[in-house]
């Protein structure tokens, strides 16, 4: 693994064949089917934590990946500032998980987080083979992501307790949709050896 380029701002080495990426958990939630989120994103949101913690300590890319809001001119600061201080019912989520200074993050406009971003371009840039896929919502920007990530030949892992959708019927369901045609990896954060995944033949 090479030495991070002096010039470059974020947090890893120039080459690394693992990157984390966490799907528009920056949310405010305030939207139809916001209320039925909350608890579960929460349990969510300590997890993708948890994970987040163990990827900067082997020097795993961190992405955070969003919707935009359809705000064309917004950028990912002003997405933070939103959520954390708005009174908004994703509020814990951001203070969570509120990003560090050297994540790095791409905003999106619909839902798969490689539609109009730069995140094949970044994840070119590091020599990323295998994306660990976390957020919400699992039947939603999560499979739209996992599927165009398939077709660029990404090894693809799920942690089974770092997603959710509106209910556990839909998580699951979308899950083993995952599993079967994309060959996701649904291992769950607390069993997943990112030391072993950073090993790529």
């Known amino acids: 693994m090479s030495v991070p380029h002096n010039d470059l ?68 600061n002003e997405v933070i500032d939103h959520v954390l201080h708005d009174q908004v019912r994703g509020q814990a989520l951001a203070e969570i998980l509120r990003p560090e200074a050297d994540d790095y993050f791409v905003l999106k406009p619909k839902h798969s987080a490689f539609f109009a971003t730069t995140l094949s371009t970044l994840l070119s840039y590091f020599n990323v083979k295998r994306l660990i896929l976390t957020g919400i919502s699992t039947d939603s920007c999560i499979v739209f992501t996992a599927t165009d990530a398939y077709m660029r030949d990404y090894e693809i892992y799920v942690p089974s307790d770092c997603t959710t959708a509106r209910n556990e019927d839909y998580t699951q369901n979308s899950l083993t949709f995952l599993e079967r045609t994309v060959h996701a990896n649904l291992t769950p954060s607390s069993k997943l050896n990112l030391q072993q995944l950073m090993e790529f033949e």
């Not at 984390?20 to 579960?40: Q, S």
């Not at 935009?68 to 950028?75: E, I, L, Q």
């Open 9 to 76: 701002h974020g947090n890893v080495p120039d080459s690394c064949p693992v990157a984390l990426v966490i799907i528009d958990m920056i949310n405010d939630l305030e939207f139809p089917e916001g209320e039925e989120f909350v608890g579960t994103s929460i349990q969510v949101a300590e997890c993708i934590r948890d994970l987040k913690k163990q990827a900067r300590k082997l020097n795993i890319p961190v992405i955070y990946a969003n919707d935009n809001f359809g705000r064309w001119r917004s950028d990912f």
